[in-house]
């Protein structure tokens, strides 16, 4: 781990916190969007260039070190990203392998990119800005949240398309995990708005966060799809939380259906998070993937106004700093595990 790290330049957290997230790993875009030419992405204030060479996914700094231009600019000519401003060429792992200027000099180590440990899992590409890509060579492993069901036979794998959120990745996380919105928010796309009580439940900690096991007669259907559950048929949700952005949740479906959602919300920034969506279904497999992703656009829609409304615009880590319910019980769990974390209070400046 780098613990020299320079902070971004107008970072909008404040260090202590920066740094505290910095050791996670988070989806940065999908694999499939990512080739030889370069792709921008931008996490923690970061703003990282992607992408591909001699069969190598490289993830570094989007800045020349030369005179800091962004290499997402440039171009890929085969044997590395190309730097628009005077041509120098960055290969594999980020080192500078062409200075036209001076094609005979022996490339300083300075001129090679910060190029950052990454996995791809999932159909997304996960980054750690706080270890290198040697890091991983090395014997690193990446502490990249799991996905039940993603790699059982008889599942499908979907991604959904990336979804923008100007709000802070902790209040969008939080949705995720609220039970007590169904009735009131989502009544457009699966919930019954005369289906408002929250059964008591409670959550266990794990390893890497907690879970929760949900169990209420609020169903999973789309409203106007032909799906119904049999009489008396009680829905299991169980979620997952791997902190700090990070939870999956698994529906329990009649039948031995299984619908597995993650997740993942990517802090661009304190303000602005990019959420990704990996999901695994063991039925409905014959239906077009377009209907999946247009029907969880629906749901993230709903869910936006919400987030992105909220105030503070941070998430108040102090528990005495906002009022809470019973059905409350996974966003104070939530809470409490960012705050045993390290993080502070708040995360906006």
């Known amino acids: 781990m780098d613990t020299t790290l320079a902070l971004p330049l107008n970072c909008t957290f404040e260090e202590h916190d920066w740094r505290l997230l910095a050791r996670h790993w988070y989806p940065v875009a999908a694999c499939a969007e990512v080739g030889a030419a370069p792709v921008k992405a931008t996490l923690l204030d970061e703003p990282l260039v992607l992408y591909r060479v001699a069969g190598e996914l490289v993830v570094a700094r989007d800045v020349c070190p030369h005179r800091g231009v962004p290499l997402s600019m440039g171009h890929n000519d085969g044997e590395g990203v190309v730097c628009p401003y005077h041509g120098l060429r960055f290969g594999q792992a980020g080192r500078c392998n062409r200075i036209p200027a001076s094609p005979d000099q022996n490339v300083p180590a300075k001129m090679n990119l910060r190029a950052y440990a990454a996995e791809e899992r999932y159909g997304l590409i996960w980054v750690c800005l706080a270890h290198s890509a040697a890091d991983l060579r090395e014997g690193l492993a990446a502490d990249i949240p799991l996905m039940p069901h993603w790699d059982d036979a008889g599942f499908q794998q979907i991604l959904c398309p990336a979804f923008e959120v100007s709000a802070f990745a902790g209040r969008q996380l939080e949705g995720f995990i609220d039970v007590a919105h169904f009735a009131w928010v989502h009544t457009a ?161």
């Not at 005369?194 to 059964?199: K, L, M, R, S, T």
């Not at 794990?206 to 032909?226: L, R, W």
């Not at 919400?306 to 503070?312: G, Y």
């Open 189 to 349: 796309t699966f919930a019954d708005p005369d289906n408002a009580q929250v059964p008591p439940y409670s959550t266990r900690p794990t390893e890497k966060g907690f879970e929760a096991d949900y169990y209420s007669t609020v169903g999973n259907y789309p409203i106007g799809v032909d799906g119904k559950a049999p009489d008396g048929f009680v829905w299991r949700r169980h979620f997952q939380v791997h902190l700090p952005f990070t939870a999956t949740l698994t529906v329990h479906f009649p039948e031995d259906g299984r619908l597995v959602i993650m997740n993942a919300a990517s802090p661009v920034s304190a303000r602005r998070t990019r959420m990704f969506a990996p999901i695994a279904r063991n039925f409905d497999q014959d239906l077009p993937v377009e209907s999946v992703h247009a029907f969880n656009l629906r749901v993230f829609e709903e869910d936006r106004w919400v987030v992105e409304s909220q105030k503070p615009e941070c998430l108040p880590l102090d528990p005495l700093l906002e009022a809470h319910i019973p059905a409350d019980v996974s966003s104070i769990a939530y809470r409490r595990g960012l705050r045993a974390q390290g993080l502070s209070s708040f995360f906006l400046r």
